[in-house]
């Protein structure tokens, strides 16, 4: 099978495994059984000692704080949508992050981002983890090579993490170029990771593996989950990557728990109907806002044209637009805040990615723990509005903008 779609529906679980249920069992319990006291023994020189695992060696679960049946089940199947070889469960998004980061990253390295970032990650980078002695630098979307490494300097590059297309802006960045940057920056000692979060695009539309990186995130809160009723955080990648991430996570103890791994399961099932329909919506409605007159700006991937020099980017890196839109109000925070009071059927609420349009205004929610010189300076203003298309009818979501816009 070579859609990711059909490969992952029965990917993982057997009915045999489980009185011929069809669908994964929840397995609520927080410890295993161990079969005998020499299996306990060999578990725990695995999981704890290091040992390698036999060819084919079942070597089962000790702890749910570790792992457990709906966190391989899924696992699998999120593999599969990315292409890789593994894929690992989180307890949420910055959970996947901050793993990756402590796993990955050593203090005194450089961390490159791509900014703008998500808020939340760039209070991790820079309230947290720049503390502990990691070193952060930035560069945006109109960076050459030459213009990154001049910034890189002689310092020691340990990863470039990149946000494409970026919250909220939806700014979009060369996933082969930071490639290409952290290779230059590998030395025998040390491998410069390119680490890349795709929760906007989703790998329905965007997959970073095929363009040059290591490892690839996601708050699966969003288009994975897709509800809005689960917290979660995914990252994928070669097992190489993927095995010390796994050690490290069980150890600060940042695994999803049997619930949301099964409830995460039952929703990729739909991941890919939902995602064609949010996209298609999407691009009706950001026509729709391009050409309204109490909208100052658009931005959303759909509305690239040939001459724009972002339009081979398109082509290479992403099969679809997705369906985020950023869009600025004629006017400022004042008439943004009156257009969001004014919406009857789009949610003003934080999150994004699930089956009901929502919206929020980025300056002072989402962002509001950037300083103000700096959202400027990225593009993020506080007339901006950060929608996420739902599933709803295209005509309604429209005719809601609409009799919003009217308000201001």
């Not at 045999?16 to 020189?45: C, D, Y």
């Not at 109109?142 to 993490?161: F, K, N, P």
């Not at 909220?168 to 025998?188: C, E, G, K, M, Y």
């Not at 010390?244 to 039952?266: E, F, Q, S, V």
Request: with cysteine; charged share 20%.
């Amino acid at each position: 099978m070579s859609d990711p779609q059909s490969e992952m529906m029965r990917k993982g679980w057997d009915p045999e495994e489980g009185l011929n249920s069809l669908k994964t069992p929840l397995f609520h319990t927080s410890t295993f059984v161990f079969e005998s006291a020499a299996a306990a023994e060999r578990l725990f020189a695995i999981v704890y000692g290091g040992e390698t695992p036999k060819l084919g060696e079942d070597v089962g679960f000790i702890y749910t704080r570790m792992d457990h049946p709906n966190l391989v089940v899924v696992e699998g199947r999120l593999a599969v949508w990315d292409g890789a070889e593994a894929a690992l469960l989180f307890s949420s998004g910055t959970s996947a992050v901050f793993t990756t980061f402590l796993t990955h990253v050593r203090p005194g390295s450089l961390i490159l981002h791509s900014t703008p970032l998500y808020g939340g990650t760039n209070t991790m980078l820079y309230k947290v983890l720049a503390p502990l002695g990691y070193e952060i630098a930035s560069y945006g979307p109109d960076a050459s090579q030459d213009e990154v490494e001049d910034l890189i300097g002689d310092r020691h590059l340990a990863a470039v993490y990149l946000e494409t297309p970026a919250n909220p802006s939806n700014d979009v960045f060369d996933i082969d170029l930071a490639a290409r940057i952290a290779a230059a920056a590998t030395t025998p000692e040390q491998r410069a990771l390119t680490i890349v979060d795709n929760t906007f695009l989703g790998p329905y539309a965007q997959r970073p593996l095929d363009h040059g990186a290591d490892l690839v995130l996601y708050s699966a809160t969003k288009y994975f989950g897709g509800h809005d009723d689960l917290v979660a955080g995914v990252v994928t990648g070669a097992s190489a990557l993927i095995e010390p991430m796994k050690t490290m996570r069980y150890r600060i103890g940042t695994t999803a728990d049997p619930h949301t791994a099964w409830l995460l399961g039952r929703s990729l099932e739909t991941y890919a109907i939902r995602v064609e329909r949010e996209t298609a919506s999407a691009g009706r409605v950001a026509g729709f806002l391009a050409g309204h007159p109490k909208v100052a700006s658009v931005r959303y991937l759909g509305l690239i044209e040939d001459e724009d020099p972002r339009a081979d980017l398109a082509k290479r890196q992403w099969s679809s637009a997705g369906a985020m839109i950023s869009f600025d109000v004629a006017g400022g925070k004042e008439e943004a805040f009156r257009f969001l009071d004014s919406m009857r059927l789009i949610a003003n609420t934080t999150s994004l990615g699930g089956t009901q349009s929502i919206a929020c205004h980025p300056w002072t929610t989402t962002h509001s723990n950037v300083d103000p010189e700096t959202k400027l300076r990225i593009g993020i203003t506080d007339a901006m509005i950060r929608l996420s298309i739902g599933v709803e009818a295209p005509e309604d979501i429209i005719a809601d903008l609409d009799q919003a816009l009217a308000q201001i």
